[in-house]
């Protein structure tokens, strides 16, 4: 067998696997509705009457923003833990999220996220100022 023809084959094999993934999609329901994702590749000056290829930009958006939030708990994990006072504090293990750890996620992906400096970036924001300790 020669070159061509594996190369012939290999070819064959690919656009079946293709074809039948996008197939597929005809059945999947992404997580992002079709309607919100044709909105938006709408006001991107794209159009396409395809529901294949709009649930596979929704498929392609739901990795994108599964991947940035693991990044981000990841950073939030990395960021050392405050300084607890008391004991129900010391069981109460939740972590947050902040917009750094987010900044910083979406910086590896090339997105620079800039906010003014008087967003609230504090677990503390909007309690009441009796409950909160700083």
């Known amino acids: 067998m020669n070159?061509?023809?594996?190369?012939?084959?290999?070819?064959?094999e690919d656009d079946a696997a293709l074809t039948e993934f996008l197939a597929s999609l005809m059945d999947y329901t992404p997580t992002i509705p079709d309607d919100l994702v044709e909105h938006y590749l709408a006001k991107s000056g794209f159009q396409c009457p395809d529901v294949?290829?709009?649930?596979?930009?929704?498929?392609?958006?739901?990795?994108?923003?599964?991947?940035v939030a693991s990044d981000a708990l990841q950073h939030c994990k990395a960021r050392p833990a405050p300084v607890v006072k008391d004991k129900k504090q010391q069981k109460?293990?939740?972590?947050?999220?902040?917009?750094e750890d987010l900044s910083k996620a979406l910086r590896e992906y090339g997105v620079n996220v800039k906010h003014?400096?008087?967003?609230?970036?504090?677990?503390s924001t909007g309690m009441d100022p009796a409950t909160r300790e700083e």
């Open 52 to 67: 294949r290829l709009i649930r596979l930009v929704a498929v392609a958006t739901q990795k994108f923003v599964a991947d």
């Open 92 to 99: 109460d293990k939740r972590l947050v999220l902040t917009m």
């Open 116 to 123: 003014p400096e008087y967003f609230a970036d504090s677990p």
């Open 3 to 12: 070159h061509g023809q594996q190369s012939g084959e290999a070819k064959h």
